[in-house]
């Protein structure tokens, strides 16, 4: 409703689809790492160390230039966007299970449980994710398996919310009513009814909730306390890159140029699909 | 008006109540803290005589009653590796953090309200796009991405401007901007589709009707009316500010609370996360009390219909 006419100028159409493209490729790189990064990512160089990009007396051989101790960017900023592509998805997924399955069950049970798990998703709202995230990894050490799950664990409570309004409003229609007078019990009601007429609104959430996610896991990583080393993410490259900033920007700067671009890309997506719901919520 | 408020304590208190129980929880789970404090090893005899003094031998029930008294009391125990008062620790960085937030806060208010209402009101003008697509970027680079890019440009490459540590108002400037920045492109963005919203509503019609002019519509009707929900935007933009301060004084080295936290996680040092994570989440309810009193303030709806 609102970006409408400043992103006149280029067909709406078109742009959502570029920006879905680059996307795409980008998703698609990270991937296909294994298969077309030109270096091993853990291979280091110590006499090839900070090599420049191309561009600025480097060459083709590590187009990115290489880091402090010789590994070669390009190919850790591939395996860097496998790692945060990877975690990402498997924690959203994670917490659009877990949401989704509370979601249901607070709108097709009784009062009491609705109430109480409608208070614990207001008690998630109101709390920071990184201090839930924080105190986790704390506990649970910063393998990436905890990681999944403790997005999964710090997401959940859009997707219940959501669900959880859908059942409310589904419930009231005829064919809902119907399949109960033929006695179908509340968990067939869920998974056959109810589930289905989900699966858009969930598209939308799930897409608008990936940067955030994404960023999450990169800062974490940026802070120390996220993926652990050697495994490639670009969050560590650009805290590992911090103390040659004045000689050698690259190092953090290309993975910077990564995460930038991608949340940007999700976020033009993002409005696009703002825009239409809200059209269709017009129409 | 107080059915509304006092509903938002009882919330509040489940939240704290829930945090407290999560604090305390994870420094259970987290085994006895004698292997990282003494890893050489205990006796039999020792390991026993420390848990009777710490009451680790108690019921999980009475430990944890025992843990809230405490907490209510001030006294939030001693870290596990240096042997300071937790409170002390961050006692000692809180002037520094509240220093940077606040300042960035003031910024981000005194900015990006002027600035969304301008474009607002100036839709189609070239500096509205600039605007805009400024709002677009800030909003989508991270605090740790943007803070180092400001430090490439101004402390290197520039040199205009020192890239770390607080010893001079000048310090002040970069980690004041990373933080403010994307809080100024949110509040812009958020003020530019609430006022938009509000052009469109009959009221404003009828006041171009009566004759009124347009610096006197913007002012008394529309811009009003856009300030009522970005009351409670402006809540969620200052838990924002408190997550991004943490990676703010990372990248910037400043002597602040975040850094206790995370060096905390990394130590696996659990009495000084414990009373951090309960001192952040106390301040984010805090902060969204105050909201919503601000809010009844505001909008005689909420006063009147409660």
């Known amino acids: 409703m609102t970006m409408t006419l400043e992103t006149a100028t280029i067909p709406k159409p078109s742009r959502l689809m570029l920006a879905a493209l680059a996307l795409g490729l980008i998703i698609l790189a990270g991937f296909l790492a294994p298969l077309i990064s030109p270096h091993d990512p853990d291979a280091v160089d110590l006499l090839n160390r900070a090599a420049p990009p191309v561009g600025l007396g480097g060459s083709w051989g590590h187009a990115l230039g290489t880091d402090q101790i010789g590994r070669d960017i390009l190919s850790r900023c591939l395996w860097g966007i496998r790692t945060s592509f990877g975690i990402a998805t498997l924690g959203l997924v994670f917490s659009a299970v877990l949401g989704v399955t509370l979601g249901i069950i607070s709108g097709l049970a009784g009062a009491w449980t609705d109430r109480i798990i409608m208070t614990v998703v207001d008690v998630f709202i109101s709390l920071p994710n990184l201090l839930l995230m924080l105190c986790g990894i704390a506990l649970l050490g910063t393998e990436t398996w905890v990681l999944v799950v403790l997005i999964g664990f710090v997401k959940w409570e859009g997707y219940a919310r959501l669900v959880r ?58 802070l120390g306390v996220g993926v652990q080393p050697p495994v490639a993410s670009l969050g560590r490259m650009i805290d590992d890159g911090r103390n040659y900033l004045v000689n050698a920007w690259w190092i953090s700067g290309m993975p910077s140029i990564v995460i930038v671009a991608i949340t940007l890309l999700f976020q033009i997506i993002g409005d696009a699909i703002r825009d239409r719901v809200d059209e269709w919520l017009d129409a | 008006m107080l059915r509304f408020m006092s509903w938002r304590f009882l919330r509040a208190q489940v939240t704290m109540l829930f945090v407290l129980v999560v604090a305390f929880l994870t420094v259970r789970l987290s085994g006895e803290p004698f292997d990282t404090m003494f890893p050489e090893g205990l006796t039999q005899e020792t390991a026993q005589a420390l848990r009777h003094r710490w009451n680790l031998d108690l019921p999980i029930w009475e430990q944890f009653t025992l843990y809230l008294g405490k907490m209510l009391t001030g006294d939030f125990g001693r870290s596990l590796f240096t042997h300071e008062p937790v409170w002390q620790m961050y006692a000692e960085r809180m002037p520094a953090t509240l220093a940077v937030g606040s300042l960035a806060l003031i910024i981000a208010i005194s900015l990006g309200i002027p600035i969304g209402a301008l474009s607002a009101l100036r839709r189609g003008a070239v500096t509205e796009r600039m605007l805009m697509g400024v709002a677009f970027l800030g909003y989508a680079v991270p605090h740790f991405v943007f803070g180092i890019g400001l430090i490439l440009l101004f402390g290197y490459y520039l040199r205009l401007l020192p890239a770390s540590g607080l010893s001079s108002p000048q310090h002040y400037i970069l980690p004041v901007l990373t933080l403010a920045i994307p809080m100024v492109a949110g509040i812009a963005r958020f003020m530019r589709a609430a006022m938009l919203d509000t052009i469109g509503q009959p009221y404003v019609m009828t006041a171009a009707s009566k004759g009124l002019g347009n610096g006197r519509i913007a002012r008394r009707h529309v811009l009003r009316n856009a300030m009522v929900p970005l009351v409670t935007v402006l809540g969620l933009e200052i838990a924002g500010l408190i997550n991004g301060s943490v990676f703010v004084e990372a990248v910037f080295s400043l002597p602040g609370v975040g850094r206790v936290l995370v060096s905390s996680v990394e130590n696996r040092d659990f009495t000084v996360l414990q009373f951090g994570v309960v001192a952040y989440a106390g301040l984010v309810v805090l902060i969204n009390l105050v909201i919503d009193l601000l809010y009844t303030l505001i909008d005689p709806r909420v006063r009147v219909g409660g």
Do not use: D
Request: net charge positive; charged share 10%.
């Open chain 1, 165 to 222: 309004g859908q059942v409310l409003a589904i419930r009231e229609q005829g064919y809902i009513e119907a399949a109960r007078v033929l006695g179908a019990r509340n968990l067939t009601i869920a998974l056959r009814h109810v589930l289905p007429n989900l699966a858009s609104p969930l598209a939308v959430i799930l897409t608008l909730s990936f940067p955030g996610v994404l960023l999450m896991e990169a800062g974490l990583s940026f």
